[in-house]
Structures are given as structure tokens and as C-alpha cells.
């Protein structure tokens, strides 16, 4: 068995190392000789691939491994496009897929080659080591690369959902979006992601009396502004739990290693009202944590003005409003109209976000992956997550599809925090535990348990 796992091992940091060598740098993504790649090496083991190209040198790739029919299909998703690099800053070649110190260095190692490259090895294990061997799949596996995550998705998801819905069929997903994080003294946690925030923008515009700057004038809007902010950065919305974040935190308070910080997780899911609040009260005290107890609220733009000596008629600012499922953003506007109540000021919702429906925490794809994490790190602790970042997983859910965010690739904090910058890299062992982990999700969820002692074989 080892031997085996040790041939799929090497298959596995080859393809990473080989995807990492294609600069997809979106824009311009240029994703198609990566796409090349991905359907070559799945039609290598007789797995059938449609390659889509969406726009010049995009592309989506859809495999598929037939199953019985008898459930609807798992599918698991992975873009290809990275964000850019500054090459300066960085100690290797970004593009170069080097493996130094037990890592694996590149741009999109874990963002999300690391996953993509998982995806591919669970669909090459599940076709040699179950359908070559004679077993059935209950349903079909689907395979699909994207284009354009990183940029908006108008040549990735976008498309795929307007021109080819129908490939989109599948009653679970597992795509990028939850974490597994290493912990004080090696203990990890995993958390899937089963729903997320919704993203609007809200313009706020003061006005007053425009004029010449030499006569200085009451109302002036850029000071009325000004006033408003002040107020609007001494407003919070109220603590609203959802089943995903009580389970998150009543899991998490059994495991977390800063005391003050257990003890307040503990608290907040009590029944008792005034425990509640100072759970609260704590918990709001570190960023990551409150952005997910409350709708969020950050400044992100100011515009006003035209010329140093001229009173302009207004100003204005940008919120980047965050919604917890179930909220509505016309209330939190309302609410913060109140909050500022001067009649010279007015709040606009300017782009308004699609709510997505909530992953079941408690489905078959969501056990699975629950219970194949158990089975390969024994102590892990598994909680439904909400994330304050937006993923493709909204437009999955939106289709009807019960998505699941898994960065299955256990990293600490501070490896966590490269992705997106300098010196991107995934631990090895990591790299292997997450591709165990998919595979073992989807094979769970497509035939049912089976012991992890039946090692497929690498190539
Ligand atoms: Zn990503």
C-alpha cells in the first residue's frame, strides 16, 4: 500500500509542478494550453473531457466518469486563472513549481492549482482504482476547470452558467473556499464552507451649497460627509447566529487554543442572554471572528470635489456591504440612514449582491467529507463555515446545487496568509493529505465507504 500511495505521490507533485509552469496570470488568464494539458492527461486514462473555449485563449475543461445514473452527479471544481505576481519580491521563480524544504513553491499553489491538481488525481484514482476495477458509481463524477475566477468570472463561471447550464447539473460540488488549519500543538481543524456572505455597494452622498471657496458656506458637503463617516464608524450591526455559525463556534470552543477566546465561543452559543453578550463583546474584538457575527461595513472610496477653490455641491463615499444569509440589504441601509439622520445625506444601494441558498451541513457530500478527514487525521475537528469572501460555490447554490468549500491542504495561519502574495507555497505532506481527502470525499459520496487500505496505483 505504501508503495503505492508513494507512485501517486510523485504523479501528484509532477501535475502541480506542471500546472504551476503555465502563467495563467489573469489578465489576460491565457488558461487554454493549461486546459490542453488537463484534457490530454484525463483522456490518458480513458476519462472522457469536452473542452470549452469560452473567449481566445480561455477555456473550460468538463470531464466526466459515467456512473449508474442511480444519483445525480458529484462535481468537483478548480479554476486555473492566478492573480498576478510581483516578481521582485519573491525568493524562486513564481512560475517555476520549485519543491525547496517541503513545500512546493509557485503562484496559485494554493490558490488553486493545489486544489485543482487534487481534483485531477481523485478522478485519475477513481477511474483506475474503482471503474477499471469493475465497481459501479452510483452517480456521475464531474471534473471542471475554470477560467476567470480571479477577474470577475464573465470568461469562467459566468459563461458556463449562461451558455452551458446544463453541464452544470450535479446535486453536490466541492470547490475552493474552506480551510484546514493547523492549530497550537499540531491539532487541526477543518472547516467546510457552506455558505457565504453576499457583497453589495452602497454609495453615500452628502449635499450642501456649491460655491466659491472664498466664501466659506455652511453645509458644505464635503464637512457634512465628513460628519456622516464619523458617525457611520461608530456603528455595528447587530449579532445575528445562523445554524452555520453556531455549529462554528460551539465546535470550535472545544478546540481553540487561546482560552479567553474558548471560553467567549463557549458563551455566545448559551442560551443565557447576558453569557451571549459577552461572548460577543469578546469574539468582536478580533476582526476575522466579528466579520462573521454581524453584516459587515467598510469604507472603500471617497469621491468629491473639482478644483482646490471651488465648494462642490457634493460628496460622496463607497460602502462595501457584507450580508449574513437571511438579510436583507434594503434594512441595513435603513438602518444606517437612521444611524446618520441628516436630511442632507442619502444612501444608495449602487450594486446590489444575489443572495445564494445555504449547503446543507448535514447532507451526504458533507458527512462525507466530514467523516473521510476523520479517518485520516483521527483528532481533526470538522464545523460548518461561513465565509466573509464571496466564491463560484454562490452561483453553484443558486443552481440548486449543494456546494462545499474545501481548501483541503492543512496550513497554518501565516501559509495561509501567502496565498494571493509573495512566496505562495503548499507543505508537501499537505498537498498529499488534500488529495487523499477529495478523493476520498467523492468516492464515499459516489459508491459508498470503503476502507482506505485499498490503495489505487499511481502512474
Ligand atoms: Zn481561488
New binding site residues.
Given amino acids: 500500500m505504501a508503495a503505492d500511495w508513494s507512485a501517486v505521490e510523485s504523479e501528484t507533485i509532477a501535475h502541480l509542478q506542471a500546472l504551476i509552469r503555465f502563467d495563467t496570470t489573469n489578465p489576460p488568464g491565457n488558461e487554454l494550453p493549461l486546459a490542453e494539458y488537463l484534457a490530454k492527461v484525463l483522456e490518458a486514462d480513458g476519462i472522457a473531457v469536452r473542452l470549452l473555449v469560452p473567449a481566445q485563449n480561455r477555456a473550460a475543461v468538463v470531464a466526466r466518469i459515467k456512473g449508474t445514473g442511480n444519483k445525480r452527479p458529484v462535481m468537483l471544481l478548480a ?1 486555473m486563472d492566478v492573480v498576478a505576481v510581483e516578481r521582485d519580491k519573491w525568493s524562486c521563480d513564481p512560475f517555476g513549481g520549485v519543491v525547496r524544504d517541503g513545500y512546493v513553491y509557485g503562484r496559485g499553489a494554493i ?2 492549482k493545489g486544489m485543482l491538481t487534487a481534483n485531477l488525481m481523485a478522478m485519475l484514482l477513481l477511474k483506475r482504482a474503482v471503474v477499471d476495477s469493475g465497481e459501479e458509481l452510483e452517480r456521475d463524477v464531474v471534473f471542471l476547470a475554470t477560467s476567470d ?2 477577474s470577475g468570472g464573465a470568461h469562467g463561471m459566468k459563461w458556463l452558467v449562461t451558455e452551458h447550464g446544463d453541464l452544470l447539473d450535479a446535486e453536490f460540488a466541492i470547490n ?1 473556499g474552506g480551510r484546514i488549519r493547523i492549530i497550537e500543538g499540531g491539532q487541526r481543524y477543518l472547516a467546510i464552507q457552506t455558505a457565504e456572505k453576499t457583497s453589495h455597494m452602497v454609495t453615500v452622498t452628502a449635499r450642501g451649497p456649491a460655491g466659491h471657496a472664498a466664501i466659506p458656506l455652511t453645509g458644505n458637503a464635503i464637512l457634512t460627509l465628513g460628519r456622516a463617516l464619523a458617525r457611520l464608524g461608530e456603528y455595528r450591526e447587530p449579532v445575528t447566529l445562523n445554524e452555520t455559525t453556531t455549529r462554528f463556534f460551539r465546535e470550535l470552543s472545544r478546540v481553540w487554543p487561546v482560552e479567553e477566546e474558548r471560553m467567549a465561543m463557549g458563551a455566545l452559543v448559551s442560551p443565557d442572554a447576558e453569557q451571549k453578550a459577552r461572548g460577543a463583546e469578546i469574539l468582536s474584538r478580533i476582526p476575522v471572528l466579528d466579520a462573521v457575527l454581524r453584516n459587515g461595513i467598510s469604507a472603500t472610496k471617497l469621491v468629491g470635489g473639482v478644483a482646490g477653490n471651488v465648494i462642490p455641491a457634493e460628496a460622496s463615499a463607497v460602502l462595501n456591504v457584507r450580508t449574513l444569509p437571511g438579510q436583507r440589504i434594503e434594512d441595513v441601509v435603513e438602518r444606517l440612514e437612521h444611524w446618520i439622520a441628516d436630511p442632507n445625506v442619502t444612501l444608495a444601494i449602487s450594486a446590489k449582491g444575489e443572495e445564494a441558498p445555504v449547503s446543507d451541513s448535514s447532507s451526504p457530500m458533507f458527512e462525507a467529507i466530514a467523516s473521510s478527514a476523520k479517518t485520516l487525521d483521527p483528532p481533526i475537528t470538522v464545523v460548518p463555515y461561513l465565509s466573509t469572501g464571496v466564491t463560484d460555490s454562490a452561483h453553484l447554490r443558486r443552481l440548486g446545487i449543494q456546494a462545499y468549500g474545501v481548501l483541503p491542504f492543512p496550513m497554518e495561519q501565516s501559509d495561509e496568509e501567502r496565498m494571493h502574495g509573495h512566496d505562495e507555497r503548499v507543505p508537501v505532506s499537505s498537498l498529499h493529505f488534500g488529495t487523499r481527502l477529495i478523493y476520498e470525499s467523492v468516492r464515499r459520496v459516489a459508491v459508498g465507504a470503503i476502507a482506505l487500505s485499498a490503495a489505487p496505483s499511481g502512474r
Fill in positions: 479554476h490558490d488553486d475566477e480571479e475552493e
